[in-house]
């Protein structure tokens, strides 16, 4: 499954790339069906980067990809709950 999901995310990487952006796989739950990534870049003060999660990366997972219940990210999560990335 993993890989698969790798693939996929391959494959949509230029799009979001155009963009200023990009996403990493981090985990997948084989057993629940989460795909945890995190988006980066521009993505991440992008207000539009849930819809791209959603309708978008989502989407097209789920479509590819027998299993796949649910994909998060890891990024927006922190933010919720009042982490803020650290800059060295």
Same mark, same amino acid.
């Given at each position: 499954?993993?890989?698969?999901?790798?693939q996929?995310?391959?494959?949509?990487?230029p799009?979001?790339?155009?963009?200023? %952006?990009?996403?990493?796989?981090?985990?997948?739950?084989?057993?629940? %069906?989460?795909?945890? +990534?995190? *988006?980066?870049?521009?993505? +991440?003060?992008?207000?539009?980067? &849930? +819809? &791209? *999660?959603?309708? %978008?990366?989502?989407?097209? *997972?789920?479509?590819?990809?027998?299993g796949? &219940?649910?994909?998060?990210?890891? %990024?927006?999560?922190? &933010?919720?709950?009042?982490?803020?990335?650290?800059? *060295?």
């Amino acid at each position: 499954m993993r890989a698969q999901i790798e693939q996929v995310i391959e494959a949509i990487r230029p799009a979001i790339q155009a963009d200023n %952006g990009d996403i990493f796989l981090r985990d997948v739950d084989e057993e629940t %069906g989460v795909v945890s +990534v995190e *988006l980066v870049g521009a993505c +991440v003060s992008c207000p539009a980067s &849930t +819809v &791209t *999660l959603k309708a %978008g990366i989502e989407r097209i *997972l789920k479509d590819r990809v027998p299993g796949v &219940t649910e994909v998060i990210d890891l %990024g927006q999560a922190a &933010t919720e709950l009042g982490e803020r990335p650290v800059t *060295l």
